[in-house]
């Protein structure tokens, strides 16, 4: 298992220098964030951030993400334009030794939340979500842009989009997933990739667009569509813990040996929908990090792990989500689990 530390590129305030001091990092995950999805990733940008990661002594094996184009999703004309550039990236993104892509499928929003800055008891604060408010934004009108997101839209284009979403339902987004998976499987695994599919955060459609990549049972069809370990899953804790219904050492066993990168975070739920983001540690929120942890390598699980959204402490501002402190104390507790679980001292 590798710890890798998820790094925005040269325009994150948080540096390289920085990351190289939290001891227990292995490794970079990143991305190009400049190249509009769809198009065809620059090589030599693309080297530059593997030879940037390399002279700080940290591995860059892992992208997240190479975003979908709505028009794949949508299963538009262009669709197979956008199949061909995907390839082309993964091709690159081979070349240069990088041997996970972390995606997703969702409709238009990536992770959503109606809360970056919400006030903890300890006086920090962390992202949050509350269905209510989430049900009376209309994303045609309010402004809705996360820090995380790969890409946002002017308000026409969203609108749009939304109308263009009106006619695809879930049967046909997994029909779209499916045209879309059986053309870069393939190339995937010639370029010596796993794809790993990053979960629907949260767990649930929205504002009427279908979201498919839920639990259990989406896992196992997805599986089912291209039946090889380099279709494969992002195990985020934070997202499938969102929901009550998913019960996570299910999915572990459900995606023994496809889960090629784990986000490990907490969250701590209050009503049906309704959750906040708490600090890592078992103890912080619903989730318990040193069973799902346990579980994961019992299953065999060797592949990296990154310690998710942290909340805001010690006076820190930011991307919500990615500032640097709380991820750090993330990363040396994930650690701290692995090895008391890989020493042995505390295995069931
Ligand atoms: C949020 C992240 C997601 C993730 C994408 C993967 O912080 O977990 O934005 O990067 O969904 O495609």
């Not at 995380?148 to 779209?176: F, V």
């Not at 813990?241 to 701590?268: C, M, P, T, Y």
């Not at 750090?328 to 994930?334: D, E, H, K, Q, V």
């Amino acid at each position: 298992m590798k710890i890798v530390f998820r790094w925005y590129g040269f325009d994150d305030k948080i540096t390289l220098e920085n990351i190289r001091q939290i001891p227990v990092i292995d490794g970079i995950v990143t991305a190009i964030y400049n190249t509009p999805v769809g198009e065809v990733w620059n090589f030599d940008s693309l080297k530059k951030l593997v030879d940037f990661c390399g002279k700080n002594n940290l591995d860059c094996k892992v992208i997240e993400s190479v975003p979908v184009h709505e028009d794949i999703k949508l299963g538009a004309e262009s669709a197979k334009y956008y199949i061909e550039n995907y390839k082309k990236n993964l091709r690159i993104l081979g070349e240069l030794g990088f041997n996970c892509v972390c995606y997703n499928f969702m409709p238009v929003f990536d992770w959503l939340r109606s809360d970056l800055k919400f006030n903890l008891p300890d006086g920090s604060n962390a992202l949050a979500y509350r269905h209510e408010d989430v049900l009376n934004l209309d994303p045609n009108v309010s402004d809705l842009s996360l820090p995380g997101w790969d890409s946002s839209y002017n308000k026409e284009e969203l609108h749009l989009l939304l109308e263009k979403y009106k006619s695809i339902t879930e049967e046909k987004l997994w029909a779209n997933l499916y045209t879309f998976l059986k053309e870069i499987i393939p190339v995937a695994i010639e370029s010596g990739i796993n794809m790993a599919i990053h979960p629907d955060d949260p767990p649930w459609g929205l504002f009427g667009l279908p979201r498919i990549i839920t639990g259990a049972r989406a896992i196992k069809k997805l599986f089912s569509l291209i039946d090889h370990p380099a279709n494969g899953l992002t195990f985020c804790t934070g997202s499938f813990g969102a929901s009550k219904e998913n019960d996570l050492f299910e999915i572990i066993k459900i995606a023994k040996g496809r889960i090629h990168f784990a986000h490990l975070r907490n969250v701590k739920r209050s009503r049906e929908f309704d959750f906040c983001e708490t600090a890592h540690p078992s103890k912080c929120g619903d989730i318990d990090m040193y069973a799902v942890l346990n579980a994961l390598l019992k299953s065999g699980f060797d592949g990296y792990v990154r310690p998710d959204h942290g909340r805001m402490i010690w006076g820190e501002s930011g991307r919500g989500g990615y500032g640097l402190y709380d991820r750090a104390l993330g990363a040396s507790y994930i650690y701290g689990l692995y090895e008391a679980i890989t020493k042995g001292g505390c295995n069931d």
